[in-house]
């Protein structure tokens, strides 16, 4: 679609896409289909001019819910000493460099993301995907509900609560500004149930944007800049602590099958069990090279999960609580729709790619695929009417 003044109309992103291989990648794929559907998009990142200011917001919630505070600070403090002990710099790096290069990111100060929302040169704006709308989030970032936007622009595409259920101190303010939208989409099933709850409105459930790229795009991707080891390997992405009776049973298997261990991400010292492993840096497409090339991948990621199956590639998933709330609603939803649900919690490592139905799973992606192609291009469709009203 072209604008007033013949240029590509644009199409802003709201989402997580730093620091998580998963997060970019998810990022990059929507800007790819937005592109593909004849728009520019451009990712929104809010510019902190005065850091003080965000910590008086910080203190103002923590006054208002004085119970959470404590365990907020236990979370922030775990966080950062896994971040000090365990994070791979130069794997960040990487990944910068991949941003600077792939994606259309433009840092915006609040007034300035106010004036682009009122904007003709923007269509509309997206949220989503990733966990943007995490249940226990706190504070809550206003910017992930489009708050800058008019309400006929704000579109939720496929965002996660990432939980089972919404906070108490997040409840008024959730069901506000989610009841605000014009059109509602989410990426686990349980976010349709608690859109309902919350708001007494109805929205789709849509699959991940990474499955909106199909295993040959994904695979065109894939380059050969970091170098695949000869012997046949495993793959460990774990994005928390994993637990060391699983990491000593995936030992086990290793040395029984004479297999190489390759650790993506950060470097956890119940690492150490195994005889012997290589901790890679790579950038995002050096993930997925890694992936394919793997005999099986060990996880704890969705989007693990999610190239595991586009690749075609067999897999385990294990559990993943961060602080105090469960992380696992998205990884147990697509295992249903797959039908792949023996994968998670595995009693047993088999190896067997038999045992994987690929084939269905393809299938239904494609049918999601086409549910939320309509879904945009019906959702553009009514951004462009109220534009063309104004």
């Excluded at 910068?96 to 433009?106: K, P, T, W």
């Excluded at 704006?125 to 995490?134: A, E, H, M, V």
């Excluded at 029984?256 to 470097?267: A, H, P, S």
């Excluded at 590639?313 to 990884?331: E, G, P, T």
Aim: with cysteine; hydrophobic share 35%; charged share 25%.
């Amino acid at each position: 679609m072209k604008g007033r003044r013949g240029m590509k109309a644009k199409i802003g992103i709201v989402t997580l896409y730093k620091d998580n291989y998963g997060s970019i990648l998810q990022c990059f794929a929507t800007s790819e289909m937005i592109r593909t559907m004849g728009y520019l998009p451009v990712v929104l990142d809010e510019k902190v001019e005065f850091q003080s200011d965000k910590h008086k917001q910080m203190l103002k919630e923590a006054l208002r819910h004085p119970l959470y505070a404590a365990d907020f600070y236990k979370i922030r403090k775990n966080a950062g000493k896994k971040f000090r002990e365990y994070q791979n710099n130069k794997n960040i790096e990487l990944m910068n460099d991949f941003i600077d290069q792939y994606l259309n990111v433009a840092f915006l100060s609040e007034p300035e993301l106010y004036e682009i929302g009122k904007s003709n040169e923007y269509l509309t704006f997206l949220s989503g995907s990733d966990q943007i709308w995490s249940g226990h989030a706190f504070p809550v970032n206003e910017m992930f509900f489009l708050r800058f936007a008019p309400k006929c622009k704000r579109i939720a595409w496929v965002p996660s609560f990432g939980t089972q259920d919404i906070a108490k101190y997040n409840k008024d303010r959730y069901q506000k500004y989610i009841s605000e939208y014009n059109c509602l989409s989410v990426r686990e099933q349980n976010g349709v149930d608690i859109i309902k709850n919350l708001t007494s409105r109805d929205s789709i459930c849509l699959i991940d944007p990474v499955f909106m790229l199909s295993k040959t795009e994904w695979e065109s991707y894939i380059h050969e800049r970091f170098k695949i080891p000869g012997h046949k390997y495993i793959v460990c992405y774990f994005l928390d602590f994993p637990r060391l009776e699983i990491i000593k049973k995936i030992a086990e298997y290793t040395r029984q099958n004479n297999l190489n261990v390759v650790i993506l991400g950060d470097d956890y010292r119940e690492y150490d069990v195994f005889d012997k492993y290589e901790n890679v840096k790579v950038d995002p497409f050096g993930f997925l090279n890694f992936i394919d090339s793997a005999e099986i991948i060990f996880t704890d990621s969705f989007h693990a999960v999610a190239f595991s199956v586009i690749l075609h590639k067999v897999f385990y998933v294990y559990r993943r609580n961060y602080a105090l709330s469960d992380q696992n609603s998205r990884v147990a939803s697509i295992l249903k729709f797959i039908n792949m649900e023996e994968m998670y919690e595995p009693d047993t490592i088999m190896g067997n790619e038999r045992t994987y139905n690929f084939a269905y799973a393809d299938r239904y992606i494609d049918e999601k695929k086409r549910e939320a192609i309509l879904y945009l291009t019906n959702s553009f469709s009514q951004s462009a009417i109220f534009r063309d009203d104004d």
